[in-house]
Antibody, heavy 124, light 110 residues
Framework: QVQLVESGGGVVQPGRSLRLSCAAS????????MHWVRQAPGKGLEWVAI????????FYADSVKGRFTISRDNSRNTLFLQMDSLRSEDTAVYYC?????????????????WGQGTLVTVSS | QSALTQPASVSGSPGQSITISCTGT?????????VSWYQQHPGKAPKLMIY???YRPSGVSNRFSGSKSGNTASLEISGLQAEDEADYYC??????????FGTGTKVTVL
């Protein structure tokens, strides 16, 4: 079965960096685009970024553009989110999610499988 | 990239039907049929309930249905059950290759 497991969250000071990982299993990881989505405590969902199945196309929310970098290692079935210049407003649970739909497609698609999330707290 | 607008809360009695609206613009909800809906119970990850406006993934009850008219999408839950009490979010693909979520709706089963 599809499984996504995030890791790397923790407490970090404003202005510092953190790298999240998402280990995928149960499907051919290299065939699917992947997303990061976050949820601040008690708040709604916010889309963060998407990376195409081959790592070529990446798009970001305006709120993280220029500070966050999404990447993947298809040989290790792992998705990453490098977060730099962190701010207090980046405090959230970060989920990785698979772009559902046809494999090896660049078309939009739903978030069909989600990980359990990892909490990032930005505080001095 | 403004959040789509959803009512903060909707409630209904067991067995009743409720509808949650999701209003965007012609650049997201109105521009594409890539609207999806998610159910989230407290402390849990979201779960896909509807994709591409009206399609249900395997395993999702047929009590859930989706539709769209212009810039507004809707999720209907019929035969409301206690287990349907949760937060619901819509999401849409947007013109600039990004995605946007709705503000979220808390569904209460009375």
């Amino acid at each position: 079965q599809v499984q996504l497991v995030e890791s790397g969250g923790g407490v970090v000071q404003p202005g510092r960096s953190l790298r999240l990982s998402c280990a995928a299993s149960g499907f051919t990881f290299s065939y699917y685009a992947m997303h990061w989505v976050r949820q601040a405590p008690g708040k709604g969902l916010e889309w963060v970024a998407i990376l195409s199945y081959d790592g070529i196309n990446k798009f970001y929310a305006d709120s993280v553009k220029g500070r966050f970098t999404i990447s993947r290692d298809n040989s290790r079935n792992t998705l990453f989110l490098q977060m730099d210049s962190l701010r207090s407003e980046d405090t959230a649970v970060y989920y990785c999610a698979r772009r559902g739909g046809a494999a090896m497609s660049r078309l939009p698609g739903p978030f069909d499988y989600w990980g359990q999330g990892t909490l990032v707290t930005v505080s001095s | 990239q403004s959040a789509l607008t959803q009512p903060a809360s909707v409630s209904g009695s067991p067995g009743q039907s409720i509808t949650i609206s999701c209003t965007g613009t012609s650049s997201d909800v109105g521009g594409y049929n890539y609207v999806s809906w998610y159910q989230q119970h407290p402390g849990k990850a979201p779960k896909l309930m509807i994709y591409e406006v009206s399609y249900r993934p395997s395993g999702v009850s047929n009590r859930f249905s989706g539709s769209k008219s212009g810039n507004t999408a809707s999720l209907e839950i019929s035969g409301l059950q206690a287990e349907d009490e949760a937060d619901y979010y819509c999401s849409a693909y947007a013109i600039d290759n990004t995605y946007v979520f709705g503000t979220g709706t808390k569904v209460t089963v009375l």
